[in-house]
């Protein structure tokens, strides 16, 4: 069995990860940190896991981790992970970061849009970015994964084949994503208040999200040249999910179910992306409580602009989900093990 401690457990993505784990039949969970609540059972934080989990959680400590671990998830907020994944490292563990903290290729740009110094510059050149349907083979060889976001799962898995292929401009991508309110975390901040969000949509950070530069790294690397974006967030009333519309200018003239079959052959082999059919659009509610990711496209002909729909759950494949993805990839597992459950719908 593959012995897992989760760092960081009682977020949102860490309990989705906790729940996750708990039915994986190759993963055993041995350790929950938590420092604000250490010393309590995680089932009395929250009570759906009594009878199933009530193990103790406890205070950060690295030593102890390090012989009770294979792998450590690391569920905290950015900075607060850069500044222990560099012991647990050193430690031997295997480490799937779910910050932004390890997910950069420059560390200037992560700095820049962060607004933070990275502790540990040289381990970030050894990461490997855990979007797995990009660097499947590169996550197997891994000791740090800089495991994505659900903003940029969406929007980077929706458009890069187009990308890669030159099918699409480069010049005036717009990103115009929705998140559950799940996606702000378990802090009590007023705009996350039921009477603020219900019956309520607002976008928030145009033109300044940090995940812009994440998308726009993705999205480079992929073109095989610099491509800048327009992305802007929203905030909308539900609890879960990701739901992000992509507008790409055409470079030549497409149907639908051409560029439908660029995608299902970019991602061959990618059990978690479900392409639909010609005339299809996803909704959230059908992605909602799975790891899979669902796409679908129309093509404007009037304006020869192709638009892609991306949908996921933002707790599970745009976190935990993906997480356990990569732990499969890392310790050599079919990448579905533990993942294969459809969504809730309702």
């Not at 989900?321 to 990569?326: F, P």
Request: glycine residues 10%.
């Amino acid at each position: 069995m593959i012995r897992a401690g989760i760092l960081g457990v009682t977020g949102y993505a860490g309990i989705e990860l906790l729940r996750l784990l708990l039915n994986h039949p190759k993963v055993e969970v041995t350790t929950l940190v938590s420092g604000s609540t250490a010393g309590e059972k995680i089932s009395n934080i929250y009570p759906h896991l009594k009878g199933i989990c009530d193990i103790v959680l406890e205070e950060l400590n690295v030593e102890a981790i390090a012989k009770k671990c294979d792998v450590v998830f690391t569920s905290l907020p950015h900075g607060a992970s850069d500044m222990v994944i560099g012991n647990l490292y050193n430690a031997g563990l295997k480490v799937i970061d779910l910050s932004g903290d390890y997910r950069y290729d420059d560390v200037k740009v992560y700095e820049q849009w962060y607004k933070t110094t990275h502790k540990n510059p040289e381990l970030l050149k050894q990461s490997v970015y855990g979007l797995c349907e990009l660097y499947r083979d590169q996550i197997k060889s891994a000791r740090l994964i800089g495991n994505p976001g659900c903003y940029t799962t969406t929007s980077i898995l929706g458009a890069v084949p187009l990308l890669k292929g030159g099918y699409v401009s480069t010049e005036n991508i717009i990103v115009d994503a929705k998140s559950g309110v799940t996606g702000a975390g378990r802090g009590i901040h007023l705009d996350y208040h039921f009477s603020e969000c219900t019956e309520n949509m607002k976008a928030y950070k145009i033109a300044t999200h940090r995940h812009t530069s994440e998308i726009e790294q993705e999205y480079s690397k992929l073109a095989g040249k610099e491509v800048l974006i327009s992305f802007t967030p929203h905030l909308v009333p539900m609890k879960r999910g990701i739901y992000s519309t992509i507008y790409m200018n055409l470079t030549g003239d497409y149907t639908d179910e051409e560029l439908l079959e660029v995608y299902r052959k970019f991602y061959e082999g990618c059990p978690f992306i479900r392409i639909y059919d010609a005339g299809k659009i996803p909704e959230s509610n059908h992605v909602a409580g799975s790891n899979y990711v669902d796409i679908g496209l129309t093509v404007d002909k009037r304006l020869k602009r192709v638009v892609v729909v991306s949908a996921l759950d933002n707790l599970c494949k745009g976190a935990a989900g993906q997480a356990v993805q990569n732990l499969n990839l890392l310790f050599g597992l079919p990448e579905t093990t533990g993942l294969l459950n459809p969504g809730f719908y309702l």
